[in-house]
């Protein structure tokens, strides 16, 4: 069962063109990150959200957490090649002194130049 | 560069053979993390250790084994190798065991044949 629903799957835009991605659940989380991983790599870390209705703004990009702290999105205006990877969004649930996260599949975004 | 290493980069290897895959976390982090990510599953939180102590379990199999020794460094031993165990392996570090900023090593790719 997943968790975390992360849409589109897969995006390929033309650079400078905005974009937002989703990631939806049917469980409350506690917290919220955005995660981005290139080819080769691991994932690294953007943005963590913790209030519901939040929203952080980073550059050019902008998440916001849903009221209900349920799900999240993530919009990229005039995007660039350099923002080419997979996106990753990953929950948290409270209690306990872990931190385990639950990671939707991602969004492969693709900016062409 | 998050600090974080695994070794190896690449790892081939036959079914039902054993292979062990090592994380260094970052200097003076106390969690260590392991997820699997495949592309049908995404990223998949296996295990956790804090200090040397199991902290948490996630979707590991019971091949599949890990520890945490004095030094800090993680080993996660996997064994009677399948196919379907071809994947990359990451791990995590995080300063203390509640922190919400996991920083990810580059990843082992394991290939079964």
């Known amino acids: 069962t997943q968790l975390l629903e992360q849409s589109p799957q897969f995006l390929s835009i033309q650079e400078g063109e905005n974009l937002t991605v989703y990631c939806n659940s049917s469980s409350v989380f506690s917290s919220l990150q955005w995660y981005r991983q290139e080819p080769g790599e691991g994932p690294v870390l953007l943005v963590t959200v913790v209030t519901g209705g939040e929203v952080k703004k980073l550059k050019r990009l902008t998440f916001q957490f849903g009221d209900a702290r349920k799900d999240s999105s993530l919009h990229i205006t005039a995007a660039q090649p350099g923002d080419t990877g997979l996106y990753l969004c990953?929950?948290?649930?409270?209690?306990?002194?872990?931190?385990?996260?639950?990671f939707g599949k991602g969004t492969l975004l693709t900016v062409n130049p | 560069d998050s600090g974080v290493t695994q070794t190896p980069k690449h790892l081939i290897t036959a079914t039902g053979q054993r292979v062990t895959l090592r994380c260094s976390p970052r200097s003076g982090d106390l969690s260590v993390y392991w997820y699997q990510q495949s592309l049908d599953q995404g990223l998949q939180f296996l295990i956790q250790?804090?200090?040397?102590?199991?902290?948490a379990k996630g979707n590991i199999l019971e091949r599949f084994s890990a520890q945490q020794f004095p030094d800090l460094h993680s080993e996660l031993n996997l064994s009677s190798l399948e196919l379907g165990d071809s994947a990359l392996y990451f791990c995590?570090?995080?300063?203390?065991?509640?922190?919400?900023?996991?920083?990810f090593g580059p990843g082992t790719r394991l290939t079964v044949l």
């Open positions: 250790y804090y200090n040397g102590e199991e902290r």
């Open positions: 990953a929950g948290a649930k409270s209690g306990g002194s872990n931190y385990k996260l639950t």
């Open positions: 995590a570090s995080t300063p203390w065991d509640g922190s919400n900023e996991q920083f």
